[in-house]
């Protein structure tokens, strides 16, 4: 039975004119999406009845162990303060191929399966600092869209 392991995950954003990759992240958590409730209940039903409403996207977190020597953890720092909303690609532990920009267009590599999603992060201070460990970081992430996954390719052995 094959498994999808997590090591090796990788997460990517485009900032400027490049795609950036988040070093040594410790969790990625997508939060979970919730839909409300439309009431179609008729006067004279036993039960309520519902239609299935609008997508509330959930809030997650994004973790790191702050290394000053670490550029992508500044540039997500900053990412917190601006609140800009980024297109998100977090890639599997099955390669380490990275997307790709050209004309403004992301291709994500086949060789690893992807999970796409729209959010933006808040800014946070430190994690308490205590005896027996390191500055951390843990910041909220505001999903605005559903987590889309693309399936990477895999070579078929007759």
């Known amino acids: 039975m094959a498994v999808v392991k997590t090591q090796g995950t990788q997460a990517f954003v485009v900032i400027g004119d490049e ?50 020597e670490n550029l992508s953890h500044d540039q997500l720092l900053e990412l917190a303060e601006s609140g800009e909303k980024k297109v998100w690609y977090i890639g599997s532990g099955h390669s380490e191929d990275a997307p790709t920009l050209a004309g403004g267009v992301v291709t994500l590599p086949p060789s690893r399966s992807w999970n796409q999603f729209t959010a933006y992060i808040n800014p946070t201070a430190p994690n308490d600092i205590e005896v027996d460990a390191v500055e951390s970081y843990t910041f909220t992430l505001v999903r605005v869209s559903p987590v889309v996954r693309k399936k990477r390719t895999i070579a078929v052995v007759p």
Do not use: H, W
């Open 19 to 68: 795609v950036v990759r988040f070093k040594c992240l410790k969790k990625i958590g997508y939060g979970q999406d919730s839909f409300s409730k439309i009431d179609i209940t008729c006067l004279d039903a036993k039960s309520k009845q519902y239609e299935r409403g609008m997508r509330d996207p959930g809030e997650g977190s994004v973790e790191l162990n702050y290394d000053d």
